[in-house]
């Protein structure tokens, strides 16, 4: 179970220092289909470390977190933890990650 929370944490990492300005246009879901126009007014430069620095806490939290659950307290709260924490970092992200975006319409 340990190879498991320690390859998907590593999942989070990696995904965390892949992304930079230069291949930003075709990572990011969204901002790959922006005109020119509507990417220069997404602050690209404060969303990279932001997207980096969250991506590395989710990758090291959900390791720690996920197997304290598992081996201290039990397999059914480590496996409840396993399937939801990362789905709701998620979702908080995608919210979060608005602030880096000016005068594009918000829903």
Same mark, same amino acid.
């Given at each position: !179970?340990?190879?498991?929370?320690?390859?998907?944490?590593?999942? $989070?990492?990696?995904?965390?220092?892949?992304?930079?300005?230069?291949?930003?246009?075709? !990572?990011?879901?969204?901002?790959?289909? !922006?005109?020119?126009?509507?990417?220069?007014?997404?602050? %690209?430069? &404060?969303?990279?470390?932001?997207?980096?620095?969250?991506?590395?806490?989710?990758?090291?939290?959900?390791?720690? %977190?996920?197997?304290?659950?598992?081996?201290?307290?039990?397999?059914?709260? &480590?496996?409840?933890?396993?399937?939801?924490?990362?789905?709701?970092?998620? %979702?908080?992200?995608? %919210?979060?990650?608005?602030? $880096?975006?000016?005068?594009?319409?918000?829903?």
């Amino acid at each position: !179970m340990i190879y498991v929370l320690i390859a998907i944490s590593a999942v $989070f990492i990696v995904l965390a220092f892949s992304l930079t300005e230069r291949n930003a246009k075709y !990572m990011l879901s969204g901002y790959n289909t !922006m005109t020119e126009e509507e990417r220069s007014k997404v602050n %690209i430069k &404060g969303l990279i470390p932001y997207f980096r620095n969250f991506h590395v806490f989710i990758g090291i939290s959900f390791l720690v %977190i996920s197997t304290l659950l598992v081996y201290y307290v039990s397999l059914t709260a &480590g496996t409840v933890f396993i399937c939801v924490y990362p789905v709701v970092a998620e %979702i908080y992200f995608v %919210i979060s990650v608005r602030k $880096f975006s000016n005068k594009i319409e918000k829903i």
